[in-house]
């Protein structure tokens, strides 16, 4: 079943002007890939606050663990709420 996060904020990756909405799809395979305009509906599993700053990313989520820190392979600033659940 696919995953859909849908995200708002400032993030210079995927939005020229730093701040806006960026839609991407997982598959179970773990490949990804964006989405431009409207997404189907999904059912909605749990909401999230994303801090990346630098190499580590700081997450805050709605589902356990609550609190996580992940270290990414490059450097990116990007502060963004989302949520995200499963395709419908």
Do not use: T
């Amino acid at each position: 079943m696919d995953k859909i996060f849908v995200e708002f904020g400032l993030d210079f990756d995927h939005n020229p002007c730093g701040l806006g909405r960026s839609v991407e799809v997982e598959r179970p395979d773990g490949s990804e890939f964006r989405v431009k305009g409207k997404v189907a509906k999904f059912k909605v599993a749990s909401f999230y606050l994303r801090l990346w700053l630098g190499k580590d990313v700081l997450i805050w989520d709605s589902q356990q663990p609550h609190f996580s820190i992940k270290h990414k392979e490059r450097l990116n600033f990007k502060i963004v709420v989302g949520k995200w659940g499963y395709a419908q």
